[in-house]
């Protein structure tokens, strides 16, 4: 739904539209937004300009994330210290071991702390989590290794077996008391279950086989991808194990004097653990994590971080000033006298198809009229149609000057779209409007949603924007862009529409303000 009044200029100060250096609608203009006319400003921002937000943008990216880091480990943490301050209680005879259930509150910290310290974990961090599930694969694999050990120890201590006896399993069971039994049961069940996932995080380590536009390093599952894996695995490998403590907890209480070795302590310890262990992955699932995210992002941001945040993910690590360097070089226009209606029909760079890289020319940031945001799914020829009359347009109002536009299939080099790609914020910020063909496919196709996020981002308004419908009436455009949900957006490659959500969900936490966003400008900008 459209946004009110009020939430419009809430809407607007996250976007960041206010960092717009062009004329931007007033609060008390909001209202009528639906009447402002495209504007050719003449005040688009200039290199230092552009500078100046994308070093604003990390900046305000770095210190969120300071923040964030420093509340979920400081969080997590205490848990821990409350913990050793416990066991020097009890050393010091100043606490009774029993009532803590001691070995149970370790246990419970420790779901807890997994879970804080992964929330710290950003999909776009992709060295830490390679290096998460390296540790985890190993940790894993350790556990699961004096885990059977102990299962071991437990069947070869057997007096019957010490003494040269048969070795085959009924016989080496047979001799053990009850509480024996259900100890070895308890630990060849976890070891099956930490085997289980150790294997299951082996795919966050395979080499990359193909190559994505964004990939982010040379391993074959994307960041975002090999994040969803260790949380999946956490949950299944806490959740498993709680029942298996628990269960065995009972299990060896009605057991009686049969298990002489399990006290009451180990009991009360067991089945604390289990419980926690049983309760805390609840909060693991993707949509309650993500949401627990967003609630922590909207109360450690400050104004415009959060899409600050957004836009500095998107440029990864790459160095401001080189990455302004490297636009600037790489930015260029092509006149609409050039475009012809082949141009829409394809982008899979047939032989058949023109070189029209060659027909643009390098252009200085502002320079270029129009930023073209298109969706190669929709109709070629009404796209170009659309397009041609707005040029026509554009040029019956500027004494026939002939509009130039940024294109993606002309001006981005296809040799080297990688480098190309990642100076999108650069590049919508050198365009002086955006124009948005928009038709059935336009919400569905995730660079799009990213090239109308970042260039209000980087300094356009509202009004230098036009959503011109393809294929369909405006009401029929306002009914569709009205529930754009980003997280049902595609890509050609899946690896890049990992990167972009990861990207996202880097700066709002989730996908909730980031639609709202979204819906508001498609709504309120739709053109006839």
């Known amino acids: 739904m459209p946004a009110t009044p009020n939430s419009t200029q809430s809407l607007e100060m996250k976007i960041g539209v206010s960092n717009a250096i062009s004329t931007s609608p007033s609060p008390s203009d909001l209202e009528n937004q639906e009447n402002l006319p495209l504007r050719d400003s003449t005040t688009t921002l200039g290199p230092g300009e552009v500078e100046r937000i994308l070093e604003e943008a990390a900046k305000s990216a770095h210190k ?35 009532d803590v259930g001691q070995g149970g509150y370790y246990g419970s910290c420790i779901a807890v702390f997994g879970f804080l310290m992964l929330l710290a974990v950003m999909p776009t961090d992709g060295k830490v989590i390679r290096a998460l599930s390296f540790v985890a694969i190993s940790s894993l694999g350790l556990v699961a290794g004096a885990g059977l050990g102990l299962v071991l120890a437990a069947l070869l201590g057997n007096p019957s077996i010490s003494q040269g006896g048969d070795k085959t399993p009924v016989n080496l069971c047979k001799d053990m008391d009850v509480g024996c039994k259900l100890l070895v049961a308890k630990w060849t069940a976890l070891t099956i279950a930490f085997i289980g996932g150790s294997l299951s995080m082996i795919p966050n380590l395979r080499r990359h086989e193909g190559r994505s536009d964004l990939a982010d390093s040379a391993f074959k599952s994307p960041a975002r991808d090999a994040l969803t894996r260790i949380w999946n695995n956490a949950r299944v490998c806490i959740f498993i194990s709680g029942w298996v403590y628990l269960i065995s907890a009972i299990a060896l209480s009605v057991a009686g004097d049969d298990a002489p070795h399990y006290t009451e302590e180990a009991c009360v310890a067991d089945v604390t653990m289990g419980a926690a262990w049983i309760v805390v992955p609840v909060f693991y699932s993707e949509s309650r994590r993500k949401l627990i995210m967003a609630f922590l992002q909207a109360m450690n941001a400050k104004g415009e971080e959060t899409s600050a945040a957004t836009v500095a993910a998107l440029l990864g690590s790459n160095d401001v000033k080189s990455s302004l360097k490297t636009a600037k070089s790489k930015f260029r226009a092509l006149s609409m006298s050039d475009l012809r209606a082949e141009d829409f029909a394809t982008n899979d760079g047939s032989e058949n198809e023109r070189d029209l890289f060659n027909l643009t020319k390098p252009t200085k940031l502002g320079a270029c009229h129009a930023f073209v945001s298109h969706s190669w799914s929709d109709d070629g020829l009404k796209k170009y149609q659309v397009l041609s009359a707005w040029a026509r347009d554009y040029a019956s109002k500027h004494n026939g000057n002939v509009p130039t536009i940024w294109f993606d299939k002309a001006c981005i080099d296809q040799d080297d779209i990688e480098s190309n790609l990642l100076c999108l914020p650069v590049f919508t910020s050198g365009c002086k409007n955006l124009l948005i063909l928009a038709g059935n496919s336009y919400v569905s196709r995730l660079w799009c949603i990213m090239e109308v996020f970042v260039f209000l981002r980087m300094g356009g308004s509202l009004d230098r924007i036009q959503v011109l419908p393809v294929g ?25 529409r990992q990167k972009l959500m990861a990207i996202i969900e880097t700066g709002f936490g989730d996908f909730y303000e980031f639609n709202e966003l979204l819906r508001h400008v498609f709504v309120q900008r739709v053109r006839g």
């Open 472 to 496: 369909m009436s405006v009401a029929e455009a306002k009914s569709t862009f009205s529930n754009v949900d980003v997280s049902q957006s595609t890509c050609y490659k899946e690896n890049d």
């Open 64 to 98: 969120l994330r300071f923040r964030l880091t420093v509340l979920l480990t400081s969080v997590a943490t205490l848990p821990m210290v409350v913990g050793n301050v416990m066991y020097y209680l009890i050393e010091f005879n100043l606490l009774d071991p029993f």
